[in-house]
């Protein structure tokens, strides 16, 4: 059976990793949100005043951000859902709580 001390010193290590993908999603999260803002209105101000080169332009880099910004909210979650897998098997290695 692996030392309780070493255990918990993974633990804390996967729970530092896990604190810090989840404040890069929340931040990746309001980026993706902020883009979708401009982005909602940009489609609104073609609709409303016609498409000229600039307002097509705009929308189309706007929808490469946000494309951008939702792969890497994919990436978030994907590598959060791993952290888990490893929290929950170092858990199972532990055994239940005294």
Known sequence: MTDIAEL??????????????????????????????????????????GETRESLARRDDLEARYKAAAAACANCDRELDKLADELGALDQQAGPAP
């Open 8 to 49: 918990m010193q993974k633990r804390m290590a996967l729970v530092e990793r896990t604190a810090a993908l989840n404040s890069r999603q929340l931040r990746n999260t309001q980026i993706r949100s902020g883009i979708e803002v401009e982005l909602l209105a940009c489609i609104e101000a073609i609709e409303r005043d």
